[in-house]
């Protein structure tokens, strides 16, 4: 015999629940970001808002200006029903159409000068927090910038920002104003028959009801849509920025799949906010017909006992009508609330990233000589498990140019950010001139210290452009000069358009060698008192090499040059060799748990 399958409450209660909620993403690329209160975030962005609070409340009072022009509307539409329509007179038409018209035209401004107003506010708060962003995420130190994905950044610093500006502004004056405008309805409604205006409020509680539950579902359907968004950027922005590596390896059908996974998460999220939406608003239209059936039934008694005209219940209903749309906007206002959080609560993880701040007491580096010293020193990457540098000592004297060398991964570059302050050792000094750079700021070390990275990074700007960079208002003979001492000048004269060429992004339409050779013009245009060449040789032939070389140790007199390289060729050109080794690290320690964040301060 065949047993029924049978649906009981509780597995039906979970099977809504889970239409509800968006899929679990198996493989995240982007983690959510901390939970966040809708009064922590109006807390948090209230300081950013305060300088503008005067325009926000004339915005209120012309929110304000609109119900009271509404309601006087409709008063005046009662009094064309009681005194032209039902007794068929056309004597006091005139008036009436002059008062609407007025009505009109006041209407028309008041609507016109919000919408500018409102407009004007969000702009000014978006370009502020954007700005203020911006420049945080700027001043990350570059290791951290390693670690984040751009794409997600970007999404963050666009789409994010706008959710906080409709935090703060949008919705919180959307929901003033529906508030004022709920008010003015509910006093003429009161005022027109206060029985019948109790009777329209049995709709509150069910649609506060409605509201509340709906918020919480849209609340975590917005946090994954967020959170999805900044990986769909992120996936977006690692395979068109590695387009040619894809292509290279035939990898097109794979990047398209991860992009499509990436969509479809998205779209998987927005259908839940579909359901969700399809599910609860038939509930919100359900009460407010409740509402106005109630009323009609009321109102027949109010007529039928004198207690109402004609023209005062289609009054009334008029004014009931208009006040579902405001009760709409408060009922949304938390779901919307909630929404826009998901968006605010990813910023905030952005901006609370601890920036590198000076030591309270820092000093900036003056009269640099260029001895630089290592003492003891350890560093140890955040979220790493093993150190990237351990015991380092090293000396380098004022005006030496040193080859720093040692296998992959020994700890090069990570010495160079050592010495621009992008880090700071875990244990150990560094010193410059014999100053712990910690006591120094960080932006008079770096203009003690120029580093021209592995990674070469050119402006999408002209060559001259790109050089100048090194020091802004340095004259053409200067740029030229520079371009000339790291070997670059032939080539760029052999340009059709010369030092106007654009390079493109990241100097893309340039050779490495090239781009090598405008990164060092830069460096040395800066004429730092210490120079920090990571690999400077990499991509260049060895004749190339050596004119570089040799250009460097012309430019070298008062100047502390040092070079990482893997390079045989420069170890002819130094006074001296510092060896890094090759040990291997001691076993991964334990993460030491007093461990300072790495960056500057
Ligand atoms: N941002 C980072 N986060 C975590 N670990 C890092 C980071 N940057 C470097 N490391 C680690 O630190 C160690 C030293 O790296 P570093 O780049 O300083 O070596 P290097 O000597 O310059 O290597 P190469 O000669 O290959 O350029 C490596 O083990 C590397 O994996």
Same mark, same amino acid.
């Given at each position: 015999?065949?047993?029924?399958?049978?649906?009981?409450?509780?597995?039906?209660?979970?099977?809504?629940?889970?239409?509800?909620?968006?899929?679990?993403?198996?493989?995240?690329?982007?983690?959510?970001?901390?939970?966040?209160?809708?009064?922590?975030?109006?807390?948090?962005?209230?300081?950013?808002?305060?300088?503008?609070?005067?325009?926000?409340?004339?915005?209120?009072?012309?929110?304000?200006?609109?119900?009271?022009?509404?309601?006087?509307?409709?008063?005046?539409?009662?009094?064309?029903?009681?005194?032209?329509?039902?007794?068929?007179?056309?004597?006091?038409?005139?008036?009436?159409?002059?008062?609407?018209?007025?009505?009109?035209?006041?209407?028309?401004?008041?609507?016109?000068?919000?919408?500018?107003?409102?407009?004007?506010?969000?702009?000014?708060?978006?370009?502020?927090?954007?700005?203020?962003?911006?420049?945080?995420?700027?001043?990350?130190?570059?290791?951290?910038?390693?670690?984040?994905?751009?794409?997600?950044?970007?999404?963050?610093?666009?789409?994010? %920002?706008? !959710? $906080?500006?409709?935090?703060?502004?949008?919705? #919180? *004056?959307?929901?003033?104003?529906? @508030?004022?405008? =709920?008010? /003015?309805?509910?006093?003429?409604?009161?005022?027109?028959?206060?029985?019948?205006?109790?009777?329209?409020?049995?709709?509150?509680?069910?649609?506060?009801?409605?509201?509340?539950?709906?918020?919480?579902?849209?609340?975590?359907?917005?946090?994954?849509?967020?959170?999805?968004?900044?990986?769909?950027?992120?996936?977006?922005?690692?395979?068109?920025?590695?387009?040619?590596?894809?292509?290279?390896?035939?990898?097109?059908?794979?990047?398209?799949?991860?992009?499509?996974?990436?969509?479809?998460?998205?779209?998987?999220?927005?259908?839940?906010?579909?359901?969700?939406?399809?599910?609860?608003?038939?509930?919100?239209?359900?009460?407010?017909?409740?509402? %106005?059936? !109630? $009323?009609?039934?009321?109102?027949?008694?109010? #007529? *039928?006992?004198?207690?109402?005209? @004609?023209?005062? =219940?289609? /009054?009334?209903?008029?004014?009931?009508?208009?006040?579902?749309?405001?009760?709409?906007?408060?009922?949304?206002?938390?779901?919307?609330?909630?929404?826009?959080?998901?968006?605010?609560?990813?910023?905030?993880?952005?901006?609370?990233?601890?920036?590198?701040?000076?030591?309270?007491?820092?000093?900036?580096?003056?009269?640099?000589?260029?001895?630089?010293?290592?003492?003891?020193?350890?560093?140890?990457?955040?979220?790493?498990?093993?150190?990237?540098?351990?015991?380092?000592?090293?000396?380098?004297?004022?005006?030496?140019?040193?080859?720093?060398?040692?296998?992959?991964?020994?700890?090069?570059?990570?010495?160079?950010?050592?010495?621009?302050?992008?880090?700071?050792?875990?244990?150990?000094?560094?010193?410059?001139?014999?100053?712990?750079?910690?006591?120094?700021?960080?932006?008079?070390?770096?203009?003690?210290?120029?580093?021209?990275?592995?990674?070469?990074?050119?402006?999408?700007?002209?060559?001259?452009?790109?050089?100048?960079?090194?020091?802004?208002?340095?004259?053409?003979?200067?740029?030229?000069?520079?371009?000339?001492?790291?070997?670059?000048?032939?080539?760029?004269?052999?340009?059709?358009?010369?030092?106007?060429?654009?390079?493109?992004?990241?100097?893309?339409?340039?050779?490495?060698?090239?781009?090598?050779?405008?990164?060092?013009?830069?460096?040395?245009?800066?004429?730092?008192?210490?120079?920090?060449?990571?690999?400077?040789?990499?991509?260049?032939?060895?004749?190339?090499?050596?004119?570089?070389?040799?250009?460097?140790?012309?430019?070298?007199?008062?100047?502390?040059?040092?070079?990482?390289?893997?390079?045989?060729?420069?170890?002819?050109?130094?006074?001296?060799?510092?060896?890094?080794?090759?040990?291997?690290?001691?076993?991964?320690?334990?993460?030491?748990?007093?461990?300072?964040?790495?960056?500057?301060?």
């Amino acid at each position: 015999m065949a047993t029924a399958t049978r649906t009981t409450p509780t597995a039906a209660r979970h099977r809504l629940a889970a239409l509800l909620r968006p899929a679990a993403d198996t493989s995240p690329l982007v983690d959510g970001a901390r939970p966040m209160t809708i009064l922590e975030v109006a807390r948090r962005f209230w300081p950013d808002l305060r300088p503008l609070r005067w325009w926000l409340a004339l915005e209120v009072l012309l929110l304000a200006g609109a119900p009271t022009i509404a309601v006087l509307e409709v008063m005046l539409f009662q009094r064309l029903v009681d005194d032209v329509l039902v007794p068929a007179t056309l004597g006091p038409l005139l008036w009436i159409a002059g008062l609407y018209i007025g009505l009109n035209l006041l209407s028309a401004i008041v609507s016109g000068a919000d919408d500018y107003l409102s407009t004007w506010i969000s702009q000014r708060f978006l370009v502020k927090l954007r700005t203020q962003v911006f420049s945080h995420v700027l001043a990350h130190p570059s290791h951290v910038h390693d670690r984040a994905r751009l794409g997600d950044t970007m999404s963050r610093l666009t789409s994010d %920002t706008s !959710a $906080v500006e409709s935090f703060m502004v949008g919705h #919180l *004056a959307n929901g003033a104003g529906a @508030l004022l405008r =709920l008010v /003015a309805y509910g006093i003429a409604l009161f005022y027109l028959q206060w029985q019948l205006a109790l009777l329209a409020l049995v709709v509150a509680p069910p649609l506060w009801w409605v509201s509340r539950h709906f918020s919480r579902l849209v609340k975590v359907v917005s946090r994954e849509r967020r959170r999805r968004a900044g990986s769909l950027s992120a996936v977006t922005e690692e395979q068109l920025s590695n387009a040619a590596l894809v292509q290279t390896y035939n990898r097109e059908d794979r990047a398209i799949a991860d992009y499509q996974r990436q969509n479809r998460a998205i779209a998987d999220a927005e259908l839940v906010g579909a359901r969700i939406r399809a599910l609860f608003l038939p509930l919100a239209d359900l009460a407010e017909l409740a509402g %106005t059936l !109630a $009323v009609i039934a009321g109102g027949t008694w109010a #007529l *039928a006992t004198d207690r109402l005209t @004609l023209g005062g =219940l289609m /009054a009334f209903l008029a004014l009931l009508v208009q006040c579902y749309s405001p009760l709409r906007s408060l009922g949304n206002l938390l779901p919307s609330l909630h929404s826009a959080t998901a968006g605010v609560e990813r910023l905030v993880e952005l901006l609370d990233e601890p920036l590198p701040t000076d030591a309270p007491g820092a000093r900036d580096l003056t009269d640099v000589r260029g001895s630089l010293e290592l003492a003891g020193v350890r560093v140890r990457y955040p979220g790493a498990t093993r150190d990237a540098l351990w015991s380092t000592s090293l000396r380098i004297e004022q005006g030496e140019m040193v080859a720093l060398v040692g296998p992959s991964g020994a700890g090069k570059s990570t010495i160079a950010r050592l010495l621009t302050k992008h880090l700071v050792p875990c244990d150990g000094v560094v010193r410059i001139d014999g100053h712990d750079l910690r006591d120094l700021t960080a932006r008079s070390v770096r203009e003690a210290v120029t580093l021209v990275p592995q990674d070469i990074a050119l402006l999408d700007a002209t060559i001259a452009e790109n050089i100048e960079f090194g020091r802004p208002g340095s004259s053409r003979g200067d740029v030229v000069m520079a371009a000339r001492r790291a070997d670059a000048d032939l080539f760029v004269r052999s340009l059709p358009a010369g030092y106007a060429t654009r390079v493109g992004q990241r100097g893309r339409t340039l050779s490495g060698g090239q781009r090598q050779r405008i990164a060092v013009a830069r460096a040395l245009l800066r004429d730092a008192p210490v120079l920090f060449l990571d690999e400077p040789t990499t991509g260049l032939d060895e004749a190339t090499s050596r004119r570089l070389l040799a250009a460097l140790g012309r430019h070298r007199a008062g100047r502390t040059i040092v070079l990482a390289t893997h390079d045989p060729v420069a170890l002819e050109y130094v006074d001296r060799v510092v060896d890094l080794g090759g040990a291997p690290p001691p076993p991964a320690a334990p993460v030491v748990a007093d461990q300072r964040p790495i960056g500057v301060g």
